[in-house]
């Protein structure tokens, strides 16, 4: 455990997939660490892939280990069982860490009442897609404001985000360790919430950062995000219980009925009169007018991103859209 002021073993893990373009600049920031060397090992486990990733791993002091069965926790997984750590630290190959990253999740948990603890993802890149990341209403990636300690997972996106998350080992090994069964998004959510049923603690540290490279095209994003509807929609399939499945049947059930609604209303004011326009405007255009009020305000004055953010609702709700839309997929089709 980690008690007073000894440094403990930490364990920094990176599951890594095709990730020539982006893992030396994790790999160099790493190598910065502001963290004695006899107390830190990074393990760099790679999901078979088929470009340069591991020749670029072995050009650094780490451990390299070739899984050769696909899923985000399942590389995890293999990271753990081969780790020596008191202290586990995940991280992701499209990440570059600051030189405190790890010093200061160590002091975070000298409170031995923490379990699991998640920092926030701030983006690498300054570009629109980018920009929009962290201004997002619903971030892209965990962003938080405030320094919370919190006994169960209760509110949405109030918790730790794969990409820069750690874990109290032997909370980590109580909990079960990752879910090998969800893939796509949600795949960290689960042992978080699991961690916090043993009585551990959930602390979110916004002073605990990692710079994420965001997705570069639209297209790549909309991808994303129904990816992690399909993972959503696994953690139903698989019986997963808890605050995540709630909230994956809550967003596809309002989704669903928005939606209907909305074409109700449309044939309505097409069909019998144009009075049935009024809701139809209230329940799909207001909404988006509100989205563009509040991300003017964000803008503070900045004229580039008063003139983006006319286009972040918009970008809110093909988000949403695909979301839902991988739920339903993966609901309907995607074999477990």
Same mark, same amino acid.
């Given at each position: 455990?980690?008690?007073?002021?000894?440094?403990?073993?930490?364990?920094?893990?990176? /599951?890594?997939?095709?990730?020539?373009?982006? @893992?030396?600049?994790?790999?160099?920031?790493?190598?910065?660490?502001? *963290? $004695?060397?006899?107390?830190?090992?990074?393990?760099?486990?790679?999901?078979?892939?088929?470009?340069?990733? =591991?020749?670029?791993?072995?050009?650094? /002091? !780490?451990?390299?280990?070739?899984?050769?069965?696909?899923?985000?926790?399942?590389?995890?997984?293999?990271?753990?069982?081969?780790?020596? $750590?008191?202290?586990?630290?995940?991280?992701?190959?499209?990440?570059? #860490?600051?030189?405190?990253?790890?010093?200061?999740? #160590?002091?975070?948990?000298?409170?031995?009442?923490?379990?699991?603890?998640?920092?926030?993802?701030?983006? *690498?890149?300054?570009?629109?897609?980018?920009? *929009?990341?962290?201004?997002?209403?619903?971030?892209?990636?965990?962003?938080?404001?405030?320094?919370?300690?919190?006994?169960? =997972?209760?509110?949405?996106?109030? *918790?730790?985000?794969?990409?820069?998350?750690?874990?109290?080992?032997?909370?980590?090994?109580?909990?079960?360790?990752?879910?090998?069964? @969800?893939?796509?998004?949600?795949?960290?959510?689960?042992?978080?919430?699991?961690?916090?049923?043993?009585?551990?603690?959930?602390?979110?540290?916004?002073? =605990?950062? =990692?710079?994420?490279?965001?997705?570069?095209?639209?297209?790549?994003?909309?991808?994303?995000?129904?990816?992690?509807?399909?993972?959503?929609?696994?953690?139903?399939?698989?019986?997963?219980?808890?605050?995540?499945?709630?909230?994956?049947?809550?967003?596809?059930?309002?989704?669903?009925?928005?939606?209907?609604?909305?074409?109700?209303?449309?044939?309505?004011?097409?069909?019998?009169?144009?009075?049935?326009?009024?809701?139809?405007?209230?329940?799909?255009?207001? /909404?988006?007018?509100?989205?563009?009020?509040?991300?003017?305000?964000?803008?503070?004055?900045?004229?580039?991103?008063?003139?983006?953010?006319?286009?972040?609702?918009?970008?809110?709700?093909?988000?949403?859209?695909?979301?839902?839309?991988?739920?339903?997929?993966?609901?309907?089709?995607?074999? !477990?």
């Amino acid at each position: 455990m980690v008690k007073g002021d000894h440094d403990p073993f930490v364990s920094v893990i990176v /599951p890594a997939f095709n990730s020539e373009a982006t @893992i030396k600049d994790l790999l160099e920031s790493l190598m910065l660490l502001d *963290y $004695g060397k006899e107390n830190l090992e990074i393990i760099i486990v790679d999901g078979g892939s088929t470009d340069r990733t =591991v020749e670029i791993a072995k050009i650094y /002091p !780490v451990q390299i280990i070739v899984e050769s069965r696909r899923g985000i926790n399942v590389a995890r997984n293999a990271g753990v069982k081969s780790s020596k $750590g008191e202290i586990l630290v995940f991280t992701d190959s499209d990440c570059v #860490v600051p030189k405190d990253w790890v010093r200061k999740i #160590v002091e975070d948990f000298r409170d031995q009442s923490v379990g699991c603890l998640g920092g926030s993802a701030l983006r *690498y890149e300054d570009n629109f897609l980018s920009r *929009y990341a962290d201004i997002s209403v619903v971030p892209v990636l965990r962003r938080f404001r405030k320094r919370e300690i919190l006994d169960s =997972v209760k509110l949405l996106l109030r *918790y730790p985000a794969g990409c820069n998350m750690a874990f109290r080992r032997e909370a980590m090994e109580k909990a079960g360790l990752f879910n090998e069964k @969800i893939h796509y998004g949600f795949d960290e959510d689960d042992l978080a919430e699991r961690v916090c049923k043993l009585g551990y603690k959930m602390l979110l540290d916004p002073e =605990v950062i =990692v710079w994420h490279k965001h997705r570069r095209s639209l297209l790549n994003l909309l991808k994303q995000f129904f990816n992690y509807g399909k993972g959503g929609a696994l953690l139903i399939r698989t019986g997963v219980k808890g605050k995540f499945s709630e909230w994956i049947l809550t967003s596809l059930l309002s989704f669903s009925a928005w939606i209907t609604i909305s074409i109700f209303l449309a044939l309505l004011s097409t069909i019998f009169n144009k009075i049935f326009l009024i809701p139809f405007l209230l329940i799909t255009v207001l /909404p988006l007018f509100f989205l563009a009020v509040l991300y003017a305000i964000r803008s503070r004055g900045n004229i580039r991103r008063r003139i983006e953010v006319l286009a972040y609702p918009i970008l809110d709700l093909l988000r949403l859209l695909s979301f839902n839309f991988g739920i339903v997929y993966g609901l309907l089709k995607f074999k !477990v």
